[in-house]
């Protein structure tokens, strides 16, 4: 700490985050405040007909004396058909107070929809890096009911092409919610298996962000709470699904990695979980928990200092093994092969993944050849014990 800080560059655009059991009893308070008069709700189609969705309706029917319009989602990944579906819904309500309300995909959804109601054309004009685009007026507020995208303050969204294997990336700070309403009692009704899987993404988030070469003074210790956090109380919220400390926690964690990344970027992992989404439909976040011990075991002699920071976080002796026991714990720990059937296929992922800029953001350089034995590892599951990456020296 006695040398000069390393230059950074960090990004906040979210405005505020809220967070308490039960919040979503808060969004008439926030309607009001907002002075909106055309609210319109985006919301996981899991939810459509249930007593959350009545709540919502009736909370902003109060607050602004007209029934709000509601865009339910599919439960599929975001792709461009269902993005524009959604902005197609919205333009028509012409809300000024947009709640979006689910898992990754609706607030992702949301999030791009909304770009495209003052950026109008199609939602693959509005994907990539460096564009600039003209804000929307109305006030975002985003409500995950998951502990794993961190979409909530995120500035980037990401959506599939149907019928094709490219998985398009959204990156601007006018989409990132203005609001975040934390409320993880909404998490409760989440199945064990999303439980798992989105709390291994923001895991993954968390730890990827930490270890990044844009890692930095600011990013650092949201990603260290929140690897300490889902390190403490993931596989709690996995086996008891209505403890509330954990899910509150796991939440918390989640919209930290978040805040982390979105400076920090990430690595390996995510570069190899898109093609394994694009190629061979594998969620997300069952993706990186594939690739993330595998990844960290290959960087962990690049972490430095750091590589103590995840091993203590993750309660193990190094930071592979921490992961390797938390994937394990959460019955995550399958072999490559049961979705990445051959060898030709498994090249195809490799190829896919080097393409990705996380490749440049990653700890440790990989080659092509380093790709192909982290793959090579991740075909194995491991129990829990660190995972072995064959690479040359
Ligand atoms: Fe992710």
């Not at 902003?60 to 058909?81: I, N, R, S, Y």
Request: contains cysteine.
């Amino acid at each position: 700490m006695q040398d000069a800080p390393q230059a950074f560059t960090f990004v906040h655009s979210n405005r505020r985050i809220i967070s308490a059991w039960g919040g979503l009893d808060k969004l008439g308070e926030l309607a009001k405040e907002a002075g909106t008069s055309r609210p319109a709700v985006v919301m996981d189609g899991f939810f459509e007909n249930s007593e959350m969705a009545a709540r919502v309706g009736a909370m902003l029917q109060t607050a602004c004396g007209k029934p709000a319009a509601f865009h339910f989602v599919p439960a599929h990944e975001p792709d461009t058909v269902t993005i524009e579906a959604c902005a197609a819904s919205l333009a028509a309500a012409s809300p000024d107070f947009i709640v979006a309300i689910g898992g990754g995909s609706a607030m992702d959804t949301a999030k791009v929809a909304r770009l495209l109601l003052s950026n109008p054309g199609t939602a693959e004009s509005v994907s990539g890096f460096g564009k600039r685009f003209k804000p929307h007026a109305s006030l975002l507020v985003a409500v995950p009911t998951t502990a794993g995208t961190g979409s909530e303050v995120s500035e980037s969204a990401v959506a599939g092409k149907p019928d094709s294997d490219i998985k398009l990336i959204f990156r601007s700070q006018e989409m990132t919610p203005q609001i975040a309403l934390l409320d993880a009692s909404l998490c409760v009704s989440a199945p064990a298996t999303v439980t798992a899987a989105s709390g291994y993404d923001a895991v993954t988030h968390a730890v990827e962000a930490y270890v990044s070469k844009a890692a930095s003074i600011m990013s650092d210790p949201f990603a260290e709470s929140a690897m300490r956090l889902l390190g403490q109380w993931l596989v709690t919220a996995y086996k008891e699904p209505a403890h509330p400390a954990a899910r509150s926690w796991c939440l918390i964690a989640s919209c930290q990695a978040a805040i982390a990344f979105n400076s920090a970027n990430l690595g390996l992992a995510h570069a190899i979980a898109a093609p394994l989404g694009a190629l061979h439909h594998v969620a997300h976040g069952l993706g990186n928990a594939l690739a993330l011990p595998a990844v960290t075991a290959y960087n962990e002699a690049s972490m430095g200092a750091k590589a103590a920071v995840v091993a203590r976080a993750f309660g193990a002796a190094t930071a592979a093994e921490g992961l390797a026991r938390l994937r394990h714990a959460l019955d995550l720990d399958l072999s490559l092969d049961r979705f990445v059937p051959s060898d030709e296929a498994r090249e195809k992922v490799a190829q896919a993944a080097m393409k990705s800029g996380q490749v440049r953001m990653n700890p440790r350089l990989a080659t092509i050849e380093d790709m192909r034995a982290i793959l090579e590892s991740m075909r194995t599951p491991n129990g829990g014990a660190a995972a072995g990456v064959k690479v040359a020296a």
